[in-house]
């Protein structure tokens, strides 16, 4: 299940910001975003551990640059929700296969992918939200929450590093 | 590198690009990653608090022979590790053959795992007492890691091969009765002397021939007392006589003195090991099966050395007096006849039971005719040694690894030394 799910992960992220790329006549984006799709899967194939951190930032990368280009938002957003969903689960495909045999790997694999799908769908939730509706408040207002974001940030980040 | 690290990182990268180029969809787009940050630090697992116990089903075992381990693993706190990786941390030197030292699990509250798999392993003393448990939450961003201990000691000692008999003669023996000739008449089964009958004699001793050549007395036969001596057991384990290349020949050595040590032990004797290698080991002397557990504990931890130097071999005097037996098990060095000429010299009764490093080293190398010259000179370096050692009366049994030792102690060790009957010292 999670070796399915990560390959069309994978094929889902390169071919939505691909194609968002090629509509909008930006054809060498869209050959690259391919090759790095293969080089992906091949990776996957022979166990390379170094490329899904690459093909992460490339994605968001291209997604980011997407979104400065004006390319369609929807497309280069979901790129990006299965680029990271491809990376979580090129991870833990790899943490599978430290499992021995009679362990309960339908039950992680499971667990894990109905984690993922809550955390992605909240995410696409807010993201959307935060796309269709503007609020405007004061640059007051905008530095406290940029610096309570920012104290948040790091707390978090300090927290899951120890 | 740390998965909450890269995630930080490029939500981070997102945002200030966001910010510094004021456009609100980089913003946007980096919402999934602070939700999926956000998971990681709410569902991180807590503080590893497993209890790990251990059963091995046998503690002391053969090279080769399978060892099952059974580990159970509870998680008594009451939060559930949702994915925990157990490692059972082998040691070098074994390996497993059945099953696997590696779960992946997700262990609830309260709840236990339980698995078993096969060891096989090289001779030596292991530590089977390291557990390593990694707990992450389910995306795999945070990481707690604890090793667990746990009780657990493996012995694997080497075989030991059933000698009938290893016939030794030393001029000193213990006044125990045993097997090994006293060379002093008495009770006993082998003919030894006669001497003139006194009273209390049984008349079946008498020795009617004699007695009927030389009337004027009646003779009686003497038969050679049988005794236990005391046997030193020398195991060679420097590097420079066992190692060529990644080949030992050690472990033919040890396979060697196991099988002496029991064959002597089971004859009654007083036997001893002394280990020269890696490090000094003295196997006190001592007689029966815990002695020859003991040697067999000992034998299971030695490792050969870089030690060089032979010459310095001491020989407490207050464990084997002189004229008792030595049994130097060594693949010899070119400058040994030194040591065990002046152990000759000290009145000891040395036998030398020689793994023959030529035959053992030239099995692995190729032929060729640089191979076969090297071979022969270095053959004949060793025929000269060999020679000079059995010109001192050491006695020598050289043995080519390839051939079984029984083979080797049945041909050259269940005979009686060629020594002069009857002679006192």
Redesign the interface.
């Given at each position: 299940m999670t070796a399915f799910l990560l390959f069309g992960s994978i094929l889902l992220s390169v071919g939505c910001v691909a194609s968002g790329y090629s509509l909008a006549g930006y054809f060498v984006p869209g050959i690259l975003l391919g090759v790095l799709g293969t080089t992906w899967i091949i990776g996957l194939i022979r166990r390379w551990k170094w490329v899904p951190l690459p093909g992460l930032l490339a994605i968001y990368g291209f997604a980011a640059a997407g979104f400065f280009l004006g390319l369609p938002a929807g497309l280069m957003f979901l790129g990006a929700i299965f680029g990271l969903s491809a990376w979580d689960l090129s991870d833990f495909y790899a943490r599978l296969r430290l499992a021995a045999e009679g362990d309960d790997v339908p039950g992680l694999e499971r667990r894990h992918i109905l984690r993922l799908m809550l955390v992605l769908l909240l995410g696409a939730g807010l993201s959307t939200a935060a796309l269709v509706e503007h609020v405007h408040i004061s640059f007051e207002w905008m530095v406290v929450l940029i610096l309570l974001g920012a104290w948040g940030f790091g707390r978090i980040v300090r927290q899951l590093l120890h | 590198?740390?998965?909450?690290?890269?995630t930080?990182l490029?939500?981070?990268l997102?945002?200030v690009?966001g910010?510094a180029?004021l456009?609100?969809?980089?913003?946007?787009?980096a919402?999934?990653?602070?939700?999926?940050?956000?998971?990681?630090?709410l569902?991180?697992p807590g503080d590893i608090q497993i209890e790990a116990e251990r059963r091995i089903s046998a503690e002391r075992v053969l090279v080769g022979e399978k060892v099952l381990v059974t580990l159970k693993v509870t998680n008594p706190t009451n939060h559930t590790l949702?994915?925990l990786?157990l490692e059972d941390l082998v040691p070098p030197g074994l390996e497993i053959v059945e099953?696997?030292c590696?779960?992946?699990?997700?262990l609830p509250a309260g709840g236990s795992v339980t698995?078993t798999y096969g060891l096989r392993g090289r001779r030596g003393s292991y530590s089977l007492g390291r557990l390593r448990a990694t707990a992450?939450d389910?995306?795999?961003?945070?990481t707690v890691q604890r090793t667990v201990t746990t009780t657990g000691q493996l012995l694997i000692v080497p075989p030991v091969l059933r000698l009938r008999r290893v016939a030794i003669q030393p001029r000193r023996t213990r006044v125990y009765s045993g097997t090994i000739p006293a060379r002093q008449g008495g009770p006993g089964v082998e003919f030894f002397d006669v001497r003139e009958y006194q009273t209390g004699d049984p008349p079946r001793w008498i020795n009617w021939h004699l007695t009927a050549r030389h009337p004027a007395s009646v003779y009686v036969n003497q038969f050679e007392q049988e005794r236990v001596a005391d046997v030193g057991l020398i195991l060679d384990g420097r590097r420079i006589a066992n190692e060529f290349g990644e080949r030992t020949i050690f472990e033919h050595s040890v396979l060697a003195t196991a099988s002496l040590a029991d064959a002597f032990l089971n004859a009654g004797n007083h036997v001893g090991m002394f280990f020269y290698g890696k490090q000094i080991v003295w196997t006190m002397p001592g007689y029966g099966k815990i002695q020859a557990e003991r040697i067999l504990h000992d034998l299971s931890r030695l490792e050969p050395g870089d030690s060089q130097i032979f010459s310095d071999l001491y020989v407490p005097r207050n464990l084997f007096p002189s004229h008792s037996q030595l049994v130097l098990i060594s693949p010899l060095a070119s400058a040994d006849d030194g040591a065990l000429v002046a152990l000759r010299s000290r009145g000891y009764h040395v036998l030398v039971i020689s793994p023959d490093p030529v035959a053992f080293e030239l099995a692995a190398l190729p032929v060729s005719t640089t191979t076969d010259l090297a071979a022969r000179i270095v053959r004949l370096q060793r025929n000269l040694l060999l020679r000079r050692l059995r010109a001192t009366g050491i006695q020598v049994v050289e043995w080519d690894v390839s051939q079984p030792f029984e083979l080797v102690a049945r041909q050259f060790l269940e005979r009686r030394p060629g020594l002069t009957r009857g002679v006192q010292p």
């Amino acid at each position: 299940m999670t070796a399915f799910l990560l390959f069309g992960s994978i094929l889902l992220s390169v071919g939505c910001v691909a194609s968002g790329y090629s509509l909008a006549g930006y054809f060498v984006p869209g050959i690259l975003l391919g090759v790095l799709g293969t080089t992906w899967i091949i990776g996957l194939i022979r166990r390379w551990k170094w490329v899904p951190l690459p093909g992460l930032l490339a994605i968001y990368g291209f997604a980011a640059a997407g979104f400065f280009l004006g390319l369609p938002a929807g497309l280069m957003f979901l790129g990006a929700i299965f680029g990271l969903s491809a990376w979580d689960l090129s991870d833990f495909y790899a943490r599978l296969r430290l499992a021995a045999e009679g362990d309960d790997v339908p039950g992680l694999e499971r667990r894990h992918i109905l984690r993922l799908m809550l955390v992605l769908l909240l995410g696409a939730g807010l993201s959307t939200a935060a796309l269709v509706e503007h609020v405007h408040i004061s640059f007051e207002w905008m530095v406290v929450l940029i610096l309570l974001g920012a104290w948040g940030f790091g707390r978090i980040v300090r927290q899951l590093l120890h | 590198m740390n998965r909450a690290f890269i995630t930080a990182l490029l939500a981070c990268l997102l945002i200030v690009t966001g910010l510094a180029a004021l456009h609100a969809p980089l913003l946007v787009l980096a919402v999934p990653v602070c939700i999926y940050l956000l998971s990681g630090i709410l569902f991180r697992p807590g503080d590893i608090q497993i209890e790990a116990e251990r059963r091995i089903s046998a503690e002391r075992v053969l090279v080769g022979e399978k060892v099952l381990v059974t580990l159970k693993v509870t998680n008594p706190t009451n939060h559930t590790l949702e994915e925990l990786l157990l490692e059972d941390l082998v040691p070098p030197g074994l390996e497993i053959v059945e099953g696997s030292c590696r779960h992946l699990v997700r262990l609830p509250a309260g709840g236990s795992v339980t698995w078993t798999y096969g060891l096989r392993g090289r001779r030596g003393s292991y530590s089977l007492g390291r557990l390593r448990a990694t707990a992450r939450d389910q995306l795999g961003l945070a990481t707690v890691q604890r090793t667990v201990t746990t009780t657990g000691q493996l012995l694997i000692v080497p075989p030991v091969l059933r000698l009938r008999r290893v016939a030794i003669q030393p001029r000193r023996t213990r006044v125990y009765s045993g097997t090994i000739p006293a060379r002093q008449g008495g009770p006993g089964v082998e003919f030894f002397d006669v001497r003139e009958y006194q009273t209390g004699d049984p008349p079946r001793w008498i020795n009617w021939h004699l007695t009927a050549r030389h009337p004027a007395s009646v003779y009686v036969n003497q038969f050679e007392q049988e005794r236990v001596a005391d046997v030193g057991l020398i195991l060679d384990g420097r590097r420079i006589a066992n190692e060529f290349g990644e080949r030992t020949i050690f472990e033919h050595s040890v396979l060697a003195t196991a099988s002496l040590a029991d064959a002597f032990l089971n004859a009654g004797n007083h036997v001893g090991m002394f280990f020269y290698g890696k490090q000094i080991v003295w196997t006190m002397p001592g007689y029966g099966k815990i002695q020859a557990e003991r040697i067999l504990h000992d034998l299971s931890r030695l490792e050969p050395g870089d030690s060089q130097i032979f010459s310095d071999l001491y020989v407490p005097r207050n464990l084997f007096p002189s004229h008792s037996q030595l049994v130097l098990i060594s693949p010899l060095a070119s400058a040994d006849d030194g040591a065990l000429v002046a152990l000759r010299s000290r009145g000891y009764h040395v036998l030398v039971i020689s793994p023959d490093p030529v035959a053992f080293e030239l099995a692995a190398l190729p032929v060729s005719t640089t191979t076969d010259l090297a071979a022969r000179i270095v053959r004949l370096q060793r025929n000269l040694l060999l020679r000079r050692l059995r010109a001192t009366g050491i006695q020598v049994v050289e043995w080519d690894v390839s051939q079984p030792f029984e083979l080797v102690a049945r041909q050259f060790l269940e005979r009686r030394p060629g020594l002069t009957r009857g002679v006192q010292p």
